[in-house]
């Protein structure tokens, strides 16, 4: 086969593809449904214009078709890696996290749940193996869904219904093509067929997959910014990487390839972004959209050819379990949606999805070109009889036509049947308002233009007077604003602003003034703030955004490691992430007030505007009090962040007067360039923010102590040997009530609440509380919660015991200071014995 006539046929193929994208969108069908028709067009052609001997001129370009120089496993290794590495990148993966536990459920599940109803509903009258008829359910339970995410993007699904869908479908074919690989290998004999040994088999090639995927993504992020400006260098490290993964995990580590690639494009998608200039990651994503457009359509063509051959010699037999093939995939799939979503929901696990998604998720369980690649992958398996290949791959191939012909042609038309193509009241009240404010701009601009110009008003009054109509017709649609509750309103306006506060994160981004490492969580907020308010109104809104105002498991766990095994660096960056996060909210929440009085005020009405205005004036007092807190605690630090904003401010504003000067000729491309360079070396200072020192040297902590800041510096030494910092956020709770007394508390900066059954009160730097129940060994009698930032000492009991033995000037200060308390607390009504509360808190 000579290679003239490949390249010629390979390009002839994308020319083909090129065009089918505008007449899929012409027709409104999905681009897969025509590659599909198309591409077995093609191979019926292929096949007529070999045999016939009156077109013996085209024998070698047919022969390209019908017997390509590339099979099944070219077809994987070359394809495969790239469209699961650039799916992961176009993922939220933040918010996928979100709903992780009904995405694995459904994913895995519904692999298991699809092979099985297909394996036992064929195994009766198929004549083979029942391992041979869950092979092929295994094959056919990957699905495509391109197509369905698409369509729910147009209809204005939930988008968490949309990223619940594209997360168990990344997620299907890397369970499905593992459950293949196994069920091949009993098949084939490779592979025990003992349950047991198959499931772990599954566990181990995952979990597999999982480790190395991750492990060798991180290496690849970490090497991105030595290439810091060099975006090319960029991609082709990236390029790289899931062929790199594919490989050594397939052939090396005996894991599943598939589970690593997808795996290493979570973790390149999380960390990514904060290693690399935003302008290179969004270079980065726009060459990888081209190039999983031309792998995805390359082997939807290529493995579409192959349809006549692997389809020929279809019987009646075949029709009849291809109709119970058809069945079995339908049912397995409705129990998935109909009977563990609303189970899902019911734990709180998964959001309620109406019942008429349910119906367009059912339909549109299409099939794609992964399940065409595994088909012809056992057409070519050597070790398979031709008995077994010729039953598996024609009715994958037959069932995969089915359901892009049959759900792909219907999907829309159902849409339209079921009316989900059609705007709510709400946002149709929505676009008539905006349309009257906006045509009655239009009609200004043009009037003002026309002066401007010095064209005559009667030509401009017949342009304006087409806005003047379309004015008209919008604001006496029956559908409007004034026709909606005020609650309504509300949430119009809210989701607005939702919207707006992601374009507000982006815009900060791409000006540089938001870190890299920061866009991800503010975008993950916007998004849940926009999901939770559609749902929930103006609770669900309020509810979104005091959420990452809240200590998470992150900070948490960073506390227990520093608390544990003295290690702070983790707690310093959750702490440097938090500031950077409020400082930007803070920012962001400003200009959102601002946006509201100026566009949203306008389309929703004073009376609403206002109360928008109040919800976000609440929010940016709760932000305010949030920054406050950590200002309070490291001050120094606090300035540093702002400077640091400044900074990347003015270098914006910079590079700004520079483009503008050079787009009008008033500097040359040679000052220009040299102008650049300068702002280029003096932004990379500013990507290195603050370092943030906790403050956590015992030493220090001591010296800021009363009762041990006029030791001696020797004495403070050995004291610190018994002492161990702990640091305590906001509302955490240190002691709690009836617990066993096993530590004492000094603080040497913040405050805490002690709460008793009769009281409360406040101890502040100084202070010390604990030790009472500590000595008697009484239960604790009082609640501690920390009210704000602190810095604490904790003693243990024989630490404790220790230090008064070794310090009998610091045990008669403590003691007079616990007589004093007890006797104010006598005076107070409280029993001198009661405890931890009684005997430590009053001051």
């Given at each position: ?87 992961t990148l176009t993922l939220d993966v ?37 391992v041979t008829c869950l092979l092929l ?184 379990l291809l109709l119970i093939l058809v ?517």
């Amino acid at each position: 086969m000579e290679t003239p006539i490949i390249v010629a046929a390979f390009a002839g193929l994308l020319v083909t593809i090129s065009l089918l994208q505008p007449l899929a969108r012409k027709l409104g069908l999905s681009p897969s449904v025509l590659l599909a028709m198309v591409g077995t067009l093609i191979g019926i052609a292929a096949t007529y214009l070999l045999y016939t001997p009156r077109t013996d001129a085209f024998n070698d370009l047919a022969l390209v078709f019908v017997d390509p120089p590339i099979d099944s496993e070219k077809i994987l290794y070359i394809f495969l890696p790239i469209l699961l590495f650039q799916t992961t990148l176009t993922l939220d993966v933040r918010r996928i996290f979100e709903d992780i536990g009904p995405i694995l459920v459904m994913a895995i599940v519904a692999v298991f749940v699809a092979t099985f109803f297909i394996g036992f509903a064929l195994y009766p009258l198929a004549g083979f193996s029942l391992v041979t008829c869950l092979l092929l359910g295994s094959i056919v339970a990957t699905t495509d869904p391109v197509a369905v995410v698409g369509i729910f993007r147009d209809i204005g699904a939930p988008p968490r219904l949309g990223r619940i869908v594209e997360g168990e479908s990344l997620l299907n074919d890397a369970a499905a093509i593992v459950l293949f690989v196994i069920l091949l290998g009993i098949l084939t004999g490779t592979q025990s067929p003992d349950a047991g040994e198959a499931a772990i088999a599954f566990l181990r090639s995952f979990i597999g997959g999982v480790i190395v995927g991750t492990l060798m993504a991180r290496a690849c992020v970490m090497a991105l910014p030595i290439m810091r400006d060099l975006p090319l260098a960029q991609v082709t490290l990236s390029l790289a990487l899931p062929y790199l993964i594919y490989v050594i995990s397939d052939q090396f580590a005996d894991v599943s390839a598939v589970v690593a690639v997808v795996a290493a494009g979570i973790v390149f998608n999380l960390y990514g972004p904060s290693r690399i200039a935003p302008r290179s990651w969004t270079f980065l994503q726009d060459v990888w959209e081209q190039i999983a457009f031309w792998a995805s359509s390359l082997i939807f063509v290529l493995a579409s050819i192959m349809i006549p051959q692997l389809v020929a010699g279809f019987t009646e037999l075949d029709i009849l379990l291809l109709l119970i093939l058809v069945v079995a995939a339908l049912a397995a799939r409705a129990v998935v949606i109909f009977g563990l979503l609303p189970i899902l929901s019911v734990l709180k696990v998964g959001e309620r999805v109406n019942v008429k998604f349910k119906t367009v998720m059912l339909w549109g369980g299409m099939r794609g070109a992964v399940t065409l690649t595994l088909a012809l992958s056992v057409s070519e398996h050597a070790a398979l009889s031709d008995e077994i290949s010729s039953f598996v791959t024609k009715l994958a191939t037959g069932f995969v036509l089915f359901t892009l012909l049959v759900y792909g042609s219907s999907l829309k038309p159902l849409i339209k049947l079921l009316k989900l193509n059609r705007l709510s009241p709400r946002d149709e009240a929505l676009r008539n308002q905006f349309l009257v404010l906006a045509l009655s701009d239009v009609r200004q601009g043009i009037t003002e233009a026309a002066e401007d110009y010095h064209i005559a008003p009667e030509l401009s009054e017949r342009v304006t007077s087409i806005y003047e109509e379309r004015t008209k017709n919008a604001s006496e649609s029956s559908v409007s604003l004034k026709d909606l509750k005020d609650k309504e309103r509300v949430i119009l306006g809210l989701v607005a602003l939702a919207d707006r506060e992601r374009e507000l994160v982006l815009k900060h981004f791409h000006e540089k003034t938001i870190s890299n490492r920061a866009v991800s969580k503010h975008l993950a907020a916007a998004g849940r703030i926009g999901d939770l308010t559609r749902t929930e109104g103006r609770a669900g809104y309020n509810r979104a955004t005091r959420a990452p105002l809240q200590f998470g498991l992150r900070l948490r766990f960073a506390q227990w490691l520093h608390r544990r095994l003295k290690i702070q660096w983790f707690l310093s960056n959750q702490i440097s992430d938090r500031f950077e996060f409020l400082l930007v909210s803070r920012i962001v929440a400003g200009e959102l007030i601002a946006f509201n009085q100026r566009r949203i005020r306008p389309l929703v009405g004073d009376r609403v505007g206002g109360i928008l205005n109040d919800t976000l004036c609440a929010r940016r007092e709760e932000i305010l009090r949030a920054v406050e807190a950590l200002r309070l605690q490291y001050p120094d630090y606090a300035d540093a962040q702002e400077v640091l904003f400044l900074r990347n401010t003015g270098l914006r504003l910079e590079e700004t007067a520079y483009a503008d000067a050079h787009s009008q000729a008033l500097i040359g491309a040679e000052l220009y360039n040299d102008l650049t360079g300068e702002l280029s070396n003096a932004r990379l200072k500013t990507h290195q923010r603050p370092k943030l020192d906790l403050g956590m040297r015992t030493e220090d902590l001591l010296a800021q102590h009363v009762l041990f800041s006029s030791l001696s510096d020797a004495r403070r030494r050995a004291i610190a040997k018994l002492m161990r910092p702990r640091f305590a956020i906001p509302g955490e709770k240190l002691i709690q009530m009836g617990d066993k007394g096993d530590t004492a508390f000094f603080i040497s900066s913040g405050a805490v609440e002690v709460r008793t059954a009769n009281s409360s009160f406040r101890l502040g730097r100084g202070e010390m509380f604990g030790e009472i129940a500590l000595i008697t060994g009484r239960p604790r009698s009082a609640d501690v919660k920390a009210l704000g930032y602190c810095q604490l000492l904790t003693l243990s009991a024989a630490d404790y015991r220790t230090l008064m033995d070794q310090a009998p000037d610091i045990k008669a200060h403590m003691d007079s200071l616990s007589s004093r308390r007890q006797s104010i607390n006598a005076g107070n009504g409280l029993e001198a014995d009661a405890g931890e509360g009684a005997d430590t808190t009053a001051t």
